[in-house]
């Protein structure tokens, strides 16, 4: 198997939180993929008892806050995360497409343009060279099941023959995948290729962040 250089043991986990009323929260996973991207290169800022993706968002790190019931962007709006990422060294591809303004971020989360996207078999052979490479990855991945142009957004930690290895911080009931961890509070899973490849032939994308210089993160939500 390829995969990132992560002992499981001792990554930042963390599990979807819920509302006053019980209810698992809703709508967050990109909020969650890009804590763990930021948990990976930065641990020691972006982790369960420091930044975890709760205190994020509460935090408005990644954006402005808008309703639970608005299905794009939900919980946070993702507007400040190109600065942050910028900030903090780290450049974002989108199937191949550099982003750099909030506009790209936008633009490529609402429309799935037929003309930008990647073979599958290209994808799994990208996630295999930037996963040797110890650069992170997220998989976006459509989600009809769940509502009209939804998708789910995965951390990707592994790849071997038959199956994706992502990180989650609950279970898509919808998804073809399987939790392989035994502890209730780390969605470890394992992601049957060809049920990935069914779903992405639909749009899905490939998200790349690749860290270069790091540069001290400062918890300022001033600007926006």
């Known amino acids: 198997m390829t995969q990132l250089p992560i002992q499981l043991e001792r990554f930042g986990f963390v599990a979807r939180e819920c509302d006053s009323d019980g209810r698992l929260k809703k709508n967050r996973c990109g909020r969650d993929a890009l804590y763990y991207v930021l948990h990976y290169y930065f641990p020691d800022t972006f982790s369960p008892t420091k930044l975890c993706p709760e205190k994020i968002e509460k935090g408005r790190l990644f954006g402005f806050k808008i309703p639970d019931w608005f299905p794009f962007y939900s919980g946070t709006a993702l507007g400040k995360v190109p600065e942050v990422l910028k900030r903090l060294g780290v450049t974002t591809f989108a199937n191949t497409t550099l ?58 930690c592994g790849i071997d023959e038959a199956f994706l290895y992502i990180i989650d911080t609950w279970q898509l009931p919808c998804f073809e995948y399987e939790k392989v961890d035994a502890k209730a509070e780390r969605y470890f899973m394992r992601f049957p290729l060809h049920a990935v490849e069914n779903r992405w032939n639909k749009g899905g994308v490939l998200w790349v962040f690749e860290k270069s210089v790091s540069e001290q993160f400062s918890n300022d939500t001033s600007s926006d």
């Open 99 to 156: 982003l750099k303004t909030r506009f790209d971020f936008f633009n490529t989360c609402l429309f799935r343009k037929k003309k930008e996207r990647v073979p599958f078999e290209n994808a799994k052979q990208e996630i295999r060279m930037f996963l040797e490479k110890g650069t992170a990855c997220v998989i976006d991945l459509p989600a009809p099941e769940v509502g009209p142009f939804m998708n789910h957004v995965l951390f990707v």
